[in-house]
C-alpha cells in the first residue's frame, strides 16, 4: 500500500487555514484578551456573574433554542460514544438560556450572566465572513420593562468607553412597532419577507413595487410606506405616532419611549438614534432591539435586545434580554486605538555570563515570585546578541548576572540606561522597576 504524504512549503503553510478562521499572534492576541478584559470587568461593575457553557452540545438539545437560521449554519458530526449528533454552538445566548432554564431554575430571579467564548458558523461563499466568532456578552433573566431594556444598553455604552471607543451610536429599534403593523395585512410568506427586508434596506422605491398590487386601504400603504424614514432622533417617536393604527404599535412606540426616557435619566442619549426600519432578529426579538456601530466599519460591533420566549422553549418561561459583542469587529474597529494601548512584553530576560546559571536561575525564580514577568535567556550566544534578542521581542530590560558576588546589570532597553544592582540584595529584598 502506498502512503500518500501531502508537502507542504513555508509559504503554502502560511496561509493553508479554511476560510473564515484566523491565527492570532502575539499583539493582536493580547488585543483580544484586553477587550475581553475590560468588557468582563464593566460587566462585574453592574452586576453580573460569569458561566461558562460547553463547546460541544447534543445538536437536538441545542436546536430547540435556534432559530432556522442558526440551526442551518451550526457545525454538525456524530458522537461515536452515544451515537447522537453533536454541535459546535453557533450563538452562546441559547445556551444560556438552557443553562438558566434546567441548571439555575430554582435560585432566584433576576439571574445576571455574563460569558465569553468562540463559536462557530457555516458562512456564505463571501470574502470578509468569519467562521470562527469570539463573543462576549450578558444575559438578564427575569426582568420585563423598561429600565431592564435601557440598562443594557446604557451598559453597552459604559463598555465601549471602557474599550477607547469614542465615536459610535446605538441604534435601537421595536420590532413589535412592525409586527403591529402587518397585523391584519394581506402580506405573508415570501411577500411578507421581501417587504421586511426591503424596509430593513430603506429602500423605499424597491417597497414601493412590492406594494404596487397590493390591496391596501391609504393609511395602511402610507403606514407601511413610512417604515423606512423612521430613523433619526427622538423625535422620530412623533413621526411614527402619526402613522402608527394598531395598539399593538402605539404601546411599542410607549415601550421605546419609556427606555429612552431612563437613557436621558443617564446622561446617554448623545449616543442614541431610533431606527423604528431595524428588523434585524424579528422572529428571534419580542420588542426593544438594539445595534452598536463605530465609525470606519460597516458591521455592527454589539447587537442586543429583548427576547422573552426563548427560556420557555426548554421549560422555563421568564422574560429575558441580553447583547453581546463580536470581539472581531471590536478589534477590528478599535486596532489603531489599541495600539496605544497594549503592548505585548516581557518585564525582564536574565542572561548569565561564563556559566553562571545557578545564579540567575535563582533570580528569575526570586522576580517571578514578586510578580514580574521573567525568562530565562537558556541559548549559548554573547550579550549582545541577547540584547538584541530582547530588543526584538520587545522585553523591558536585560538583566546580565556574572554571579552571587557580582553586580548584576540591569539595562532598560526603552532608553538605553544602565544600573548596577547587587545581585545579593534583589535576592533579599527584590527589584523596584
Given at each position: 500500500m502506498e502512503l500518500f504524504v501531502m508537502r507542504f512549503s513555508a509559504s503554502s503553510l502560511e496561509t493553508d487555514l479554511p476560510k473564515g478562521v484566523k491565527d492570532f499572534l502575539p499583539l493582536n492576541a493580547a488585543k483580544a484578551e484586553y477587550l475581553q478584559r475590560q468588557l468582563q470587568q464593566v460587566f462585574a461593575a453592574w452586576g453580573f456573574r460569569p458561566?461558562?457553557?460547553?463547546?460541544?452540545?447534543?445538536?437536538?438539545?441545542?436546536?430547540?433554542?435556534?432559530?432556522?437560521?442558526?440551526?442551518?449554519?451550526?457545525?454538525?458530526?456524530?458522537?461515536?460514544?452515544?451515537?447522537?449528533?453533536?454541535?459546535?454552538?453557533?450563538?452562546?445566548?441559547?445556551?444560556?438560556?438552557r443553562i438558566a432554564a434546567t441548571r439555575m431554575s430554582e435560585q432566584p430571579l433576576p439571574l445576571r450572566l455574563s460569558y465569553s467564548g468562540r463559536v462557530l458558523r457555516h458562512a456564505e461563499q463571501q470574502a470578509g465572513k468569519d467562521r470562527d466568532i469570539f463573543q462576549t456578552g450578558v444575559e438578564l433573566i427575569g426582568l420585563d420593562g423598561p429600565e431592564a431594556d435601557a440598562e443594557m444598553i446604557a451598559m453597552t455604552i459604559e463598555a465601549l468607553k471602557a474599550v477607547g471607543a469614542e465615536e459610535f451610536t446605538i441604534d435601537i429599534g421595536q420590532v413589535d412597532f412592525f409586527r403591529g403593523i402587518l397585523d391584519g395585512l394581506p402580506l405573508e410568506g415570501e411577500l411578507a419577507a421581501k417587504v421586511a427586508d426591503a424596509i430593513a434596506r430603506k429602500d423605499s422605491s424597491e417597497l414601493q413595487l412590492l406594494l404596487k398590487d397590493v390591496e391596501l386601504d391609504a393609511a395602511a400603504r402610507e403606514e407601511i410606506l413610512a417604515l423606512p424614514r423612521l430613523f433619526g432622533g427622538r423625535e422620530v417617536l412623533e413621526k411614527a405616532a402619526r402613522v402608527a393604527r394598531s395598539e399593538r404599535s402605539r404601546q411599542a412606540l410607549d415601550n421605546l419611549s419609556q427606555v429612552l426616557d431612563v437613557l436621558d435619566v443617564y446622561g446617554l442619549l448623545e449616543h442614541v438614534t431610533v431606527d423604528?426600519?431595524?428588523?434585524?432578529?424579528?422572529?428571534?426579538?419580542?420588542?426593544?432591539?438594539?445595534?452598536?456601530?463605530?465609525?470606519?466599519?460597516?458591521?455592527?460591533?454589539?447587537?442586543?435586545?429583548?427576547?422573552n420566549n426563548?427560556?420557555?422553549?426548554?421549560?422555563?418561561?421568564?422574560?429575558?434580554?441580553?447583547?453581546?459583542?463580536?470581539?472581531?469587529?471590536?478589534?477590528?474597529?478599535?486596532?489603531?486605538?489599541?495600539?496605544?494601548?497594549?503592548?505585548?512584553?516581557?518585564?525582564?530576560?536574565?542572561?548569565?555570563?561564563?556559566?553562571?546559571?545557578?545564579?540567575?536561575?535563582?533570580?528569575?525564580?526570586?522576580?517571578?515570585?514578586?510578580?514580574?514577568?521573567?525568562?530565562?535567556?537558556?541559548?549559548?550566544?554573547?550579550?549582545?546578541?541577547?540584547?538584541?534578542?530582547?530588543?526584538?521581542?520587545n522585553y523591558r530590560f536585560l538583566a546580565v548576572v556574572s554571579g552571587a558576588d557580582q553586580p548584576v546589570e540591569l539595562s532598560c532597553l526603552a532608553d538605553g540606561t544602565t544600573q548596577q544592582l547587587?545581585?545579593?540584595?534583589?535576592?533579599?529584598?527584590?527589584?523596584?522597576l
Open positions: 458561566v461558562i457553557p460547553p463547546q460541544l452540545e447534543y445538536f437536538d438539545v441545542l436546536e430547540i433554542g435556534l432559530g432556522a437560521g442558526l440551526s442551518r449554519r451550526s457545525f454538525r458530526f456524530d458522537d461515536r460514544q452515544s451515537g447522537r449528533l453533536l454541535a459546535f454552538p453557533p450563538d452562546i445566548t441559547p445556551q444560556i438560556a423604528l426600519g431595524e428588523l434585524r432578529g424579528l422572529n428571534y426579538h419580542t420588542g426593544i432591539t438594539f445595534q452598536a456601530f463605530m465609525s470606519g466599519i460597516g458591521r455592527a460591533v454589539c447587537s442586543g435586545g429583548r427576547y426563548l427560556t420557555g422553549r426548554y421549560g422555563f418561561d421568564a422574560p429575558a434580554t441580553g447583547f453581546t459583542f463580536n470581539l472581531l469587529h471590536l478589534l477590528f474597529a478599535l486596532d489603531k486605538v489599541l495600539d496605544a494601548r497594549v503592548q505585548p512584553s516581557t518585564d525582564l530576560l536574565i542572561y548569565a555570563t561564563a556559566g553562571q546559571l545557578r545564579p540567575a536561575q535563582q533570580l528569575a525564580a526570586k522576580l517571578r515570585q514578586q510578580g514580574y514577568s521573567v525568562a530565562r535567556d537558556i541559548l549559548p550566544r554573547d550579550q549582545e546578541a541577547a540584547l538584541e534578542y530582547a530588543r526584538q521581542l547587587p545581585w545579593q540584595s534583589l535576592i533579599e529584598n527584590g527589584l523596584q
